[in-house]
């Protein structure tokens, strides 16, 4: 597949190639809504004043911050436009790393910890942060390169910078406190279990029973934490997982018991306002 290599704005969609490297710079009121993509993400960040939401916990970035966004996970960056926002974006997509899986080499393994540990930063030292630039650098020239081997070289340096950032991660000090990190204990446990349920009743009163929280009081802060309300949160991570289990093979009748949805009108609806498919016509869209 080809990789390019893009140094204007992102576009949306989905991830067709091995991977795609974006070296990006701009100041301007970047107004973003929280969103997921089907695939990967690594975005180091180089300057700016920017703060990331992650799945309800948000991370303000130092100069050369590495963040790991995993496939589905919500996210939204904050952007102060009073200075230029630079930062380097690496679209990874899943089924490429799984194929370079070598004996106990994970190259996902960095998305599968940060959403187990429930971490996603990757703070680097002076000596760490040189190294990575070089690395970077040198992937960034192979895939202008039209040269000889230029698409073997680029993979080979893309899957070199894989290893390095599961090493970088896998010495991060999960017990560490950081203090560029905040998030509300009660809605990580709060996210927890909804990911853990969602073929299960999750409303607003079990929720706030379960979790000891006034009903009000749970509803204002979890916009608050995480950008969206409650049901809409439900509701999204319900459609991320029905995608997942039509792509599977599954029928659209037994997916909408999986993903806890009342009825199947109600699936259809809110599955046709995610993806502007009913879940049948997304079935033969992705066959």
């Given at each position: 597949?080809?990789?390019?290599?893009?140094?204007?704005?992102v576009?949306?969609?989905?991830?067709?190639?091995?991977?795609?490297?974006?070296?990006?710079?701009?100041?301007?009121?970047?107004?973003?809504e929280?969103?997921?993509?089907?695939?990967?993400?690594?975005?180091i960040f180089?300057?700016?004043?920017?703060?990331?939401?992650?799945?309800?916990?948000?991370?303000?970035?130092?100069p050369?911050?590495?963040?790991?966004?995993?496939?589905?996970?919500?996210?939204?960056?904050?952007?102060?436009s009073?200075?230029?926002?630079?930062?380097?974006?690496?679209?990874?997509?899943?089924?490429f790393?799984?194929?370079?899986?070598?004996d106990?080499?994970?190259?996902?393994?960095?998305?599968?910890?940060?959403?187990?540990?429930?971490l996603?930063?990757?703070?680097?030292?002076?000596?760490?942060?040189?190294s990575?630039?070089?690395?970077?650098?040198?992937?960034?020239?192979?895939?202008?390169?039209?040269?000889?081997?230029?698409?073997?070289?680029?993979?080979?340096?893309?899957?070199?910078l894989?290893?390095?950032?599961?090493?970088?991660?896998?010495?991060?000090?999960?017990?560490?406190?950081?203090e560029?990190?905040?998030?509300d204990y009660?809605?990580?446990?709060?996210?927890?279990?909804?990911?853990?349920?969602?073929n299960?009743?999750?409303?607003?009163?079990?929720?706030?029973?379960?979790?000891?929280?006034?009903?009000?009081?749970?509803?204002?802060?979890?916009?608050?934490?995480?950008?969206?309300?409650?049901?809409?949160?439900?509701?999204?991570?319900?459609v991320?997982?029905?995608?997942?289990?039509?792509?599977?093979?599954l029928?659209?009748?037994?997916?909408?018991?999986?993903?806890?949805?009342?009825d199947?009108?109600?699936?259809?609806?809110?599955?046709?306002?995610?993806?502007?498919?009913?879940?049948?016509?997304?079935?033969?869209?992705?066959?």
């Open positions: 597949m080809n990789n390019n290599i893009s140094t204007g704005k576009k949306k969609g989905y991830l067709n190639e091995d991977f795609h490297f974006f070296n990006l710079k701009d100041q301007k009121k970047n107004e973003f929280t969103h997921y993509h089907d695939f990967n993400k690594i975005i180089i300057s700016g004043q920017v703060t990331y939401i992650i799945e309800g916990k948000s991370y303000t970035l130092k050369w911050d590495i963040l790991l966004v995993g496939k589905n996970d919500l996210h939204l960056p904050i952007i102060s009073t200075t230029p926002y630079e930062r380097i974006i690496l679209w990874l997509n899943p089924l790393l799984e194929e370079h899986n070598k106990n080499c994970n190259l996902l393994n960095c998305f599968q910890l940060a959403t187990e540990k429930k996603n930063l990757i703070r680097l030292n002076r000596m760490n942060i040189t990575l630039k070089q690395n970077l650098s040198d992937l960034e020239e192979a895939i202008k390169d039209k040269a000889f081997g230029s698409y073997i070289l680029k993979n080979a340096l893309f899957l070199q894989m290893v390095k950032i599961n090493r970088l991660f896998l010495e991060t000090s999960f017990g560490e406190s950081i560029d990190i905040k998030y009660r809605i990580e446990n709060i996210l927890i279990f909804i990911n853990l349920n969602l299960e009743d999750l409303s607003i009163d079990i929720i706030s029973e379960k979790f000891y929280l006034n009903k009000y009081y749970l509803m204002h802060l979890f916009k608050q934490e995480t950008g969206y309300t409650l049901h809409n949160y439900i509701q999204k991570k319900r991320i997982r029905a995608a997942e289990l039509l792509r599977s093979g029928q659209a009748g037994e997916v909408c018991s999986l993903c806890g949805f009342g199947y009108s109600t699936f259809v609806r809110t599955f046709k306002k995610e993806f502007n498919l009913s879940p049948k016509q997304y079935c033969k869209y992705t066959e």
